[in-house]
C-alpha cells in the first residue's frame, strides 16, 4: 500500500504536469501561428520590395541599387533583400506556391525556392509537381529537390551555373597587427566537398586526453595538411628544392638561453618563440640559418633531416604511426621526435627517437608535455605539471 503510494504522483503533482503540459502546447501553437505570420508578412514584403525595385527612389537617396538601400535602411543582409525582390518580382510565375503559403501549407524559403527554379528552367517549369515536393519536405530538402529537378530539365543552365560557381571559387588571407592570419573563402560545391574530404579525417579527435572543439580540430587539421604537403615536396617548385619552412635564430635561442632573441620564420609577421624553433629543428625538416651573437650566418639552410633516411626508414617501421597514446596518425604524416633534443646532446640512436603527429609534436615542445621512454622500452607521456602562469593555448 506505502509502495502504491509512493509511485503515484498527488493529485497536486498531476494537476500540475496537466497544466503544464496544456501550457506547452499552447506555446508551440502560438510559435506556429507568429512564424506563418511571418511567412505572410515576407510575402508581403516581398511584393514591396519588388514595385519600390521599379521605381528610382534607391537612386534619390544615393544608393547604388534598390538591394542596397533595402539592406541599409530595412536591416537585412544583401541576399536577404535580393531574395525579397526576386520573389517579389516573378510572383506570378508562382499562383499555386503562393498560396500554399497564404494556407500554411509551405513557408517563405519553399517559395525563394520554387522562383529561383521557375526562373532557371523558364518554360518547363511545372509547378504542380514541385509543389507536391515542397509540402512533402522541408526547406532544406526541397532546395536539394530542385537543384536536381534543375539538373534534370536542363543540364546546360546547371552545368552552366556550377562553372561560374567554380569561377567565383575564392580565398583571402589577411594578416592582422597581431601576427594573426585570417582567412576566408568561399568554395563551389565540388571544390568544397575536397576541402571537407581532406580536412574531416584529420580533425577528428585523435589519441589520449583530446579536448579540442571541432573549430580547433578544423583549424589544426588545415594546418597538418599544408605542413604534410611542404613536407612531402607535393608543392610544385622552379628547381629540384623542396619547399621549407625558413627559420632564422640564433644559437642562445635554439638552447632556450634566458635572454635569447626570438626566431624569424618565413611568411610569419612576428617571431616565434624558441620552443617553436626547438619543435621545427627536432626533426630539422625545415631551412635553418643559424646566426651566432653578432649575427654572423653560422649554418645557412641544410634542408635535410637530421635523422637520415635509413634511420627514419628503421624507425618507422618500429612505430609504425605517432606513438602517443590512441594515435594512429601513419608514419607518413609524422616527425621522428628526439627524446633529448640533439642541441642538448641528444643521440640520433633509435633509443632517442619517437614518431610523433605534428599535433603531438607541437604538445610536447610548446605544450610542456613529457614524453619519455620507460626502461620496459614503453612510451609513457606525462601532463604539464600545474603552474601559475597563463593557461596553455594552442597553435595560433
Ligand atoms: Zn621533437
Ligand atoms: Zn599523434
Redesign the pocket.
Known amino acids: 500500500m506505502l509502495a502504491t503510494q509512493d509511485v503515484q504522483p498527488s493529485a497536486g503533482t498531476q494537476l500540475a504536469f496537466e497544466e503544464r503540459s496544456e501550457g506547452n502546447s499552447e506555446l508551440a501553437e502560438e510559435l506556429r501561428q507568429v512564424l506563418h505570420e511571418r511567412h505572410l508578412l515576407d510575402l508581403r514584403a516581398s511584393r514591396l520590395a519588388a514595385r519600390f525595385a521599379a521605381t528610382n527612389e534607391y537612386d534619390d537617396h544615393g544608393f547604388a541599387s534598390p538591394i542596397d538601400w533595402i539592406r541599409f535602411n530595412c536591416h537585412l543582409t544583401s541576399t536577404a533583400a535580393a531574395d525579397l525582390i526576386a520573389v517579389g518580382e516573378n510572383i506570378e510565375r508562382v499562383p499555386e506556391s503562393v498560396q500554399a503559403v497564404s494556407n500554411g501549407e509551405i513557408g517563405f524559403p519553399h517559395l525563394k525556392t520554387m522562383v529561383r527554379t521557375a526562373n532557371a528552367v523558364g518554360a518547363r517549369f511545372d509547378e504542380a509537381s514541385l509543389l507536391e515536393k515542397a509540402r512533402e519536405n522541408s526547406a532544406g530538402k526541397f532546395y536539394y529537390i530542385c537543384d536536381h529537378y534543375r539538373h534534370a530539365a536542363d543540364p546546360k543552365g546547371y552545368e552552366a551555373e556550377q562553372t561560374e560557381r567554380v569561377e567565383n571559387r575564392k580565398l583571402t588571407i589577411t594578416t592582422c597587427d597581431d601576427g594573426a592570419v585570417l582567412i576566408k573563402g568561399v568554395f563551389d560545391p565540388e571544390g568544397g566537398a575536397a576541402l571537407r574530404t581532406a580536412f574531416e579525417p584529420l580533425a577528428r579527435k585523435s589519441g589520449a586526453y583530446d579536448d579540442r572543439s571541432r573549430e580547433k580540430r578544423l583549424g589544426d587539421a588545415a594546418v597538418e595538411l599544408a605542413l604534410h604537403a611542404l613536407d612531402s615536396g607535393l608543392i610544385p617548385q622552379q628547381g629540384s628544392q623542396r619547399t621549407h619552412l625558413q627559420v632564422t635564430t640564433s644559437l642562445e635561442t635554439l638552447l632556450g638561453l634566458p635572454g635569447a632573441p626570438a626566431a624569424d620564420l618565413e611568411f610569419s609577421s612576428v617571431p616565434v618563440s624558441s620552443k617553436t624553433v ?2 621545427l629543428a ?2 630539422a625538416s625545415v631551412t635553418r640559418i643559424l646566426l651566432d651573437s653578432e649575427s654572423t650566418v653560422i649554418d645557412v639552410g641544410r634542408a635535410k633531416r637530421t635523422i637520415s633516411g635509413p634511420a627514419r626508414k628503421a624507425l618507422n617501421v618500429r612505430d609504425k604511426h605517432c606513438v602517443w597514446t590512441g594515435c594512429e596518425r601513419p608514419a607518413s604524416w609524422t ?1 621522428g ?2 627524446l633529448v ?1 640533439w642541441i642538448h646532446g641528444g643521440t640520433n640512436r633509435p633509443s632517442n627517437l619517437a614518431l ?1 603527429c605534428y599535433r603531438h ?1 607541437w604538445m ?2 610548446e605544450g610542456n608535455w613529457q614524453i619519455i621512454r620507460d626502461s620496459d622500452g614503453r612510451i609513457v607521456t606525462i601532463p604539464p605539471t600545474v603552474t601559475f602562469g597563463p593557461p596553455l593555448r594552442g597553435p595560433d
Request: glycine share 0%; net charge negative.
Open positions: 626547438e619543435r627536432c626533426d616527425e621526435h628526439h633534443h610523433l609534436h610536447v615542445h
